[in-house]
């Protein structure tokens, strides 16, 4: 059940994302050479690996609202670190597991031969007086893995006990 929310997430972000992309393709300042998702907030890179041959950049992204907030990985792939091909999002909170309200910074690896995206999720927040600072309870140490195109992310079962 958590894959097809995962799923759902992840098509609405893209379609959000194709929609903003259009309105937003004229502008002229937009910049050229280097990497800039199709519109809202843009975080920290998270993840650059190179893949079979190209680079995939991984970054912190709202695909929804021009601000901080609903933290997901926006996904983007290039053969020269100058032409960029945005690529679905790779991570979105999921209700109900460990990055319930954000998937927060972290890496890509080559787990031999297995893509694996390690990041910080959080799983509540304070229930008074907002989201920040977050709890140390509330970071959790996640793992998702990948296909061999590194579009299908699988999210691993986390658990706060026993993790360094």
Same mark, same amino acid.
């Given at each position: 059940m958590i894959q097809q929310t995962l799923a759902q997430r992840i098509a609405e972000?893209?379609?959000?994302? @194709?929609?903003?992309? #259009? #309105?937003?393709?004229?502008? &002229?300042?937009?910049?050229l050479y280097h990497f800039l998702p199709p519109a809202n907030w843009m975080n920290d890179p998270?993840?650059?690996?190179? !893949? #079979?041959?190209?680079y995939h950049l991984f970054h912190q992204c709202?695909?929804?609202?021009? @601000?901080?907030?609903?933290?997901?990985?926006?996904?983007?792939?290039? &053969?020269?670190?100058?032409? !960029?091909?945005?690529?679905?999002?790779?991570?979105?909170?999921? &209700?109900?597991?460990a990055d319930h309200f954000d998937c927060f910074s972290g890496?890509?690896?080559?787990d031999a031969g297995v893509p694996t995206l390690i990041y910080t999720?959080?799983?509540?927040? &304070?229930?008074?007086?907002?989201?920040y600072p977050v709890p140390v309870?509330?970071?959790?140490?996640?793992?998702?893995?990948?296909?061999?195109d590194l579009i299908a992310w699988q999210h691993a079962a986390t658990q706060n006990e026993g993790q360094p």
């Open positions: 972000a893209a379609e959000h994302a @194709c929609s903003e992309r #259009r #309105r937003l393709a004229a502008d &002229p300042h937009r910049p998270n993840g650059l690996i190179q !893949w #079979r041959g190209q709202n695909p929804e609202h021009p @601000c901080f907030g609903d933290m997901h990985w926006g996904h983007a792939r290039s &053969p020269d670190l100058i032409h !960029w091909i945005e690529l679905p999002v790779a991570l979105a909170p999921m &209700p109900g597991a890496c890509a690896v080559d999720g959080i799983s509540h927040y &304070p229930t008074s007086g907002g989201r309870d509330a970071q959790v140490q996640c793992i998702a893995t990948g296909d061999d």
